[in-house]
Antibody
Framework: EVQLVQSGAEVKKPGESLKISCKGS????????IGWVRQMSGKGLEWMGI????????RYSPSFQGQVTISADKSISTAYLQWSSLKASDTAMYYC?????????????WGQGSLVTVSS | DIQVTQSPSSLSASVGDRVTITCRAS??????LNWYQQKPGKAPKLLIY???SLQSGVPSRFSGSGSGTDFTLTISSLQPEDFATYYC???????????FGQGTKLEIK
């Protein structure tokens, strides 16, 4: 069974760093792109970026380029989303999702979400 | 970058109604358009991919159509469990920007 399991909720202060994770299982992790999506409270889905764990090829939405870093450790089938200096505006739910390899580029499996709260 | 405009932003309907949600891309994307359903507190769930292909396990009352720039999601007969928010997403993979529509909140009338 394919699963993406994300790390738990985090409460941080502005200026702190954070790395959240997304662990894949039930499939060959290195063969599928993993994307990240932000959802602020009561708002829509925003595409952040994507990584190919096989070679760590990474692409970012212009809106998030330079604001976050996406990485992966294929040895433990885990993708990461990290911030070096959090802002209150980073408060949101973050989802990881697997991109299908059929050539139609849809996202078929999603993590349960990681809630990040940034508050002084 | 390709933008997607979804309408309406909200919709009230009754159980048994037929409902249509539309999505328009800012440039042609062939059939690279997907639809997701999201319920409160849950991750999005894939309903339709490649504009009209039904994801495994999704009820047949859901259907998608369109190509190029104009797409629709239709629910043929609303069921109580269908009240949720729906998002379209373009998946033209160059340059790997998978933009979402603004969402349509489907509420019970």
């Amino acid at each position: 069974e394919v699963q993406l399991v994300q790390s738990g909720a985090e409460v941080k202060k502005p200026g702190e760093s954070l790395k959240i994770s997304c662990k894949g299982s039930g499939y060959r992790f290195t063969n599928y792109w993993i994307g990240w999506v932000r959802q602020m409270s009561g708002k829509g889905l925003e595409w952040m970026g994507i990584i190919y764990p096989g070679d760590s090829d990474t692409r970012y939405s212009p809106s998030f380029q330079g604001q976050v870093t996406i990485s992966a450790d294929k040895s433990i089938s885990t993708a990461y989303l990290q911030w070096s200096s959090l802002k209150a505006s980073d408060t949101a739910m973050y989802y990881c999702a697997r991109r299908d390899s059929s050539g139609w580029y849809f996202f078929d499996y999603w993590g349960q979400g990681s809630l990040v709260t940034v508050s002084s | 970058d390709i933008q997607v405009t979804q309408s309406p932003s909200s919709l009230s309907a009754s159980v048994g109604d037929r409902v249509t949600i539309t999505c328009r891309a800012s440039q042609t994307i062939s059939s690279y358009l997907n639809w997701y359903q999201q319920k409160p507190g849950k991750a999005p769930k894939l309903l339709i991919y490649a504009a009209s292909s039904l994801q495994s396990g999704v009820p047949s009352r859901f259907s998608g159509s369109g190509s190029g720039t104009d797409f629709t999601l239709t629910i043929s007969s609303l069921q109580p469990e269908d009240f949720a928010t729906y998002y379209c997403q373009q998946s033209d993979s160059t340059p790997q920007m998978y933009t979402f529509g603004q969402g349509t909140k489907l509420e019970i009338k």
